[in-house]
T-cell receptor, first 114, second 115 residues
Framework: QKEVEQNSGPLSVPEGAIASLNCTYSDRVSQSFFWYRQYSGKSPELIMSIYSNGDKEDGRFTAQLNKASQYVSLLIRDSQPSDSATYLCAVNWIPAGGGNKLTFGTGTQLKVEL | NAGVMQNPRHLVRRRGQEARLRCSPMKGHSHVYWYRQLPEEGLKFMVYLQKENIIDESGMPKERFSAEFPKEGPSILRIQQVVRGDSAAYFC?????????????FGPGTRLLVL
């Protein structure tokens, strides 16, 4: 059973600070990694994807991947109250029979306080 | 460019009735996925379809649940003889063909409530 683990939080950070969200996964042959943001009662919204070791930056967001440690993280710089949401880590691998399958963590709730 | 569309957005059924959830993928997308999110739980993969083919249904319950993606029209997730435990948010996602097939974009979801 492939697993993706996240701290459920809530993670509280002051406005303007850096929020650091972490995710570990159990499968060594996972292909790609995604961060989704989900506001309460809404659908997941893709924020970042990362495929190779290292950092990937997009605006205020930076995704970090370390395949050897089976660890992926999301940094949010200059956190805003509008960033308050649940952040879902998702890992994709290609099963032996083909296709794509995302396995999600249960999400980390982020609260950005004024 | 319209995103993934799902309807209905909310669906109320009594125990024993059938629920039909529809999903139209983004334009140009040929891969459709269904996920279920139970209250206070994470998203769980149910099924992956391409046009007229079920590629992976390893996450589908063995009974009462079925999915299709016909040549014409939306993908449909069908739940027969619903029970209260089926109450959840059901999300459809789609992805484009080719090397970007892994990147999945989600629709607004259908919230199913079984009374």
């Amino acid at each position: 059973q492939k697993e993706v683990e996240q701290n459920s939080g809530p993670l509280s950070v002051p406005e303007g600070a850096i929020a650091s969200l972490n995710c570990t996964y159990s499968d060594r042959v996972s292909q790609s990694f995604f961060w989704y943001r989900q506001y309460s009662g809404k659908s997941p919204e893709l924020i970042m994807s990362i495929y190779s070791n290292g950092d990937k930056e997009d605006g205020r967001f930076t995704a970090q991947l370390n395949k050897a440690s089976q660890y992926v993280s999301l940094l949010i710089r200059d956190s805003q109250p509008s960033d308050s949401a649940t952040y879902l880590c998702a890992v994709n691998w290609i099963p032996a029979g083909g296709g794509n399958k995302l396995t999600f963590g249960t999400g980390t709730q982020l609260k950005v306080e004024l | 460019n319209a995103g993934v569309m799902q309807n209905p957005r909310h669906l109320v059924r009594r125990r024993g009735q059938e629920a039909r959830l529809r999903c139209s993928p983004m334009k140009g997308h040929s891969h459709v996925y269904w996920y279920r999110q139970l209250p206070e739980e994470g998203l769980k993969f149910m099924v992956y379809l391409q046009k007229e083919n079920i590629i992976d249904e390893s996450g589908m319950p063995k009974e009462r649940f079925s999915a299709e993606f016909p040549k014409e029209g939306p993908s449909i997730l069908r739940i027969q003889q619903v029970v209260r435990g089926d109450s959840a948010a059901y999300f459809c996602a789609s992805s484009p063909p080719g090397s970007l097939a892994e990147t999945q974009y989600f629709g607004p979801g259908t919230r199913l409530l079984v009374l």
